[in-house]
């Protein structure tokens, strides 16, 4: 979704992929670069005043059917758009959200086995906006596991320990990417931090000048 004032991007990739340090990094360089108070970094599940309880939900331990995922996920979603991603757009704000549809596809399509069509009817149906731009952190199953080995405690999906799970994900991922390379951008994230925060800068520079161009 593009708009006259603000940016929406999104940072996807499977648990361990480094996300939340790539955001943190790209987060300082857009500040800087766009001044202070017009970035705001979130992330699901649960970026919002409300989200605590179905982030708990998701992610706390407990048995849940797919179906129940995926609907949690999607009311999730719901709140953190109305309440924090759309008015920041709205006050021209860029917005630097960890997870987002692309999620809900690879880990419940391609992770679950819930058929695609099926999510896809549901997302269309709660008219979640497109982001501008996405980052897919492409790494794969066995570096992502050593880094979450590293961790202390791992939440429900980051310990999901189902075989063949995280490796159908990465799968998930790749096909998104290959099916809209216009939105979506691969950035190697087996590489040291610094190198992927280049990696990441550089093409959200390039989104940054293109938009500024078709403003003028």
Request: net charge neutral; charged share 30%.
């Amino acid at each position: 979704m593009t708009t006259e004032k603000g940016s929406f991007i999104t940072i996807e990739g499977i648990d361990g992929c480094g996300k939340s340090t790539q955001a943190a990094e790209l987060c300082t360089w857009l500040e800087s670069a766009l001044g202070s108070g017009k970035v705001l970094r979130t992330f699901e599940p649960g970026g919002w005043s409300g989200g605590a309880l179905l982030r708990q939900l998701l992610l706390d331990g407990m048995a849940l059917t797919s179906r129940t995922e995926l609907l949690l996920f999607l009311a999730d979603r719901s709140g953190h758009l109305d309440s924090e991603v759309l008015p920041a757009l709205n006050r021209g704000q860029w917005v630097v959200c960890e997870r987002y549809t692309d999620s809900t596809l690879a880990y419940q399509s391609w992770g679950r086995g819930i058929a695609a069509e099926e999510i896809e009817g549901l997302l269309a149906w709660c008219r979640f906006p497109v982001p501008d731009m996405t980052i897919f952190l492409d790494v794969d199953e066995e570096t992502a596991r050593s880094r979450l080995s590293a961790r202390r405690k791992l939440d429900r999906m980051e310990s999901e320990g189902e075989a063949g799970f995280a490796a159908r994900v990465v799968l998930g991922y790749r096909e998104l990417a290959r099916r809209h390379p216009g939105r979506i951008v691969v950035v190697d994230a087996a590489a040291d931090v610094r190198r992927v925060a280049e990696q990441v800068r550089g093409h959200v520079e390039r989104h940054r000048l293109e938009r500024y161009r078709g403003e003028r």
